[in-house]
């Protein structure tokens, strides 16, 4: 059985699918905890299921790099297979990515490469696109420019805010993510070869 510790900064439904989706026997990966950066409303979800959470204040330390050691420190004490950034909101620092690396992945609601960073939504809105994606990447040293694991096109329709963009690429996006998370747990997907062929 996978273990996986999934991280998140605010409304957790894409963990609240994933939870969901572990919960089914059959599953075969478990969410062993849950961490964020803040009080993340999604701590609710993690806490209907029984399942532990920890809080590592981005505010609380100095330097990312300071917090990041803390984060690390939390994650060691679970021992998971597999990270899951889940709207985790922060840049991770290099010790904490390469510490992980490659058993660490990310979701994002952009068809990557295209509009990284925080705002993928807002910046393909801005950008005219007619159309975008959800993808779920190894987490690397750069803005959401690891190796694309599993990725989808979302088209921009007449009329799109960002809040109904984000809302139609997210059920892409908890697909995705299930998936991928179901074959890394599998061995259908490695995450060590993934992460080598993206660096031939
Ligand atoms: C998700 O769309 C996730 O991909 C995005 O935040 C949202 C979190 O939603 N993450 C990023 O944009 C990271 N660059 P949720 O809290 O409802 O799951």
Redesign the pocket.
Known sequence: MLTVAVL????????RALLDAAADPEFPARIVVVGADREAE?FAHAEEYGIPTFMVPFARFDTREEWGAELGEQLSVWQPDLVVL????RLLPAGLVDAWSPRIV????AYLPEFP??H?VRDALAAGAAQTGASVIIVDNGV?SGPILAQERVPVLPGDDEHAL?ER??PV?RRLLIDVVRRVATGDLDLAAASADAQL
């Not at 889940?86 to 909101?89: A, T």
């Open positions: 998140i900064s605010g409304t957790g439904s894409n963990l999604g889940s709207g985790l909101m990310n979701t994002h609601p960073g925080a993928g959401d984000h690429i997210k996006e």
